[in-house]
């Protein structure tokens, strides 16, 4: 069983920068993939960005240049480090973690961006 847990979500004002964590509760080397998706009030949840267990990252284009994924094994954590925040990042944050085919989703974590 694999159980994501999120968190490091926050307040911020537009141009500020928030590190999520994504803790989970198996060894990551499992894990085939994990990724982090958003969603924003009355819009369906989207990809933000994801890493594989080889280290092959991909990025929402919205996000390409500002946001950086990363996973540390020693910790069982990925991570998503958010810069140059914008308005439209605001939403709930949910981590994804893909396992022998079967897929786990942590309860979410919510960012606000101010202008």
């Known amino acids: 069983q694999v159980q994501p847990v999120e968190s490091g979500g926050g307040l911020v004002q537009t141009g500020g920068s928030l590190r999520l964590s994504c803790a989970v509760s198996a060894s990551i080397f499992s894990i085939y993939y994990m990724g982090w998706y958003r969603q924003a009030p009355g819009k369906q949840r989207e990809l933000v960005a994801g890493i594989t267990s080889g280290g092959i990252t991909d990025y929402a284009d919205s996000v390409k240049g500002r946001f950086t994924i990363s996973r540390d094994s020693a910790k069982n954590t990925a991570y998503l480090q958010m810069n140059s925040l914008k308005p439209e990042d605001t939403g709930v944050y949910y981590c994804?973690?893909?396992?022998?085919?079967?897929?786990?989703w942590g309860q979410g974590t919510q960012v606000t961006v101010s202008s």
């Open positions: 994804n973690a893909v396992k022998n085919r079967a897929t786990y």
